[in-house]
């Protein structure tokens, strides 16, 4: 499955993973929705009010596009260990949900601006929703276990809950990481840097797979390796969406639908920033972080970081750090499954996600 194949089967779970999220949370909720999620109303809910400060900035923010790669990723690796697809679908949806609640939080600590080619959430409906219905993303995913309970023993039921419980401790881990460093406390090593993202990025695909794995029944093990391959991808992908942050431009950053060099106005200490402060003279050391430290929004400054990060080859390093850490990562889990059509869409989706370009 090359790139045009992934690209159409991503596009052809997109619907069907839009219509299960729609399922959970949909565009409009009526009082019956509202008791059926939070209980019957002791006094009295206003419909209104949880439809504009929940359902609508959420789902302008879903209806912006996304490739839906993580509930796509669930259900290759659910197929690939044979797992009921019909039974498991709804459940695809849970990382992507908190993923996207994850973004509303995000943009409001980074004060972003675009999101998608949008302005960010916050900026459209207020931080007080924005941060309320990201925190609410959190949590909804939960029910989708409560009240399907039964299609399960109850081992699977409490290990699903531990992952969950223990990703989502993570992520917080991952994001306090990266806005110590962006506020310019400390500048951190590669190594720093690969354990943030394993907990930022990482976390939200290796949860994907991990829960496919105990809901399908599989191993220990293979939930343990198949979930370092996941977290291998999302590492991967967060160092590519470096990489698009400083180098796409014209039509490109429109698919991409950020402004350009965001990262650099944020302070962001990426492996690509890492990589040239680890190999820069003195003087253009001091001189990028001079610029990232103060969160500069000057066109000319953010093009006189970017042309210091290519003059040391940290670009082409970041490129490669990314494929060789999901190739090294497929090697050693690829054993774990049977040869199928499911386990080669599997390898050929990990490396469309590392030399994507949106």
Known sequence: MGKNETEKTLEELKSRIDQEMEKILPKIADKGYLEKIF?????????????????????DFLDRGGKRWRPALFLLVAEAIGGDLKKLQEFSVIP?????????????????????????THKVFGM?????????LYFIPLLSFTKNRSKFDDKTVIRVFEIYAQEMTNIHAGQAMDIWWHRGNENPNEAQYMQMCAYK????????????????GGSVEQEEKIGKFAEAIGIAFQIQDDILDIVSSGEERKKFGKAIGNDIKEGKRTLIVIHTLEKASESDRERLLEILNSHTTN??????????????????HAKQ?????VLNAWKEMEPLLKESSAKKKLRDFAYFLIERDF
């Open 201 to 216: 990025t990482g976390t939200l695909s290796r949860t994907a797979v991990r829960f496919a794995v105990a809901l399908s």
């Open 321 to 325: 750090k990314a494929k060789e850490l």
């Open 39 to 59: 209980g019957k109303s002791r006094y009295e809910y206003d419909v209104s009010a949880i439809n504009n400060s929940l359902n609508k900035p959420v789902w």
């Open 96 to 120: 992507e949900l908190v993923h996207s609640g994850s973004i509303l939080v995000d943009d409001v600590e980074d004060d972003g601006d675009l999101r998608r080619g949008k302005p960010c």
């Open 299 to 316: 066109p000319k400054q953010i093009e006189e970081a970017i042309s210091l990060l290519e003059k040391y080859g940290s670009i082409n």
């Open 128 to 136: 007080d929703v924005a941060i309320n219905a990201g925190n609410f």
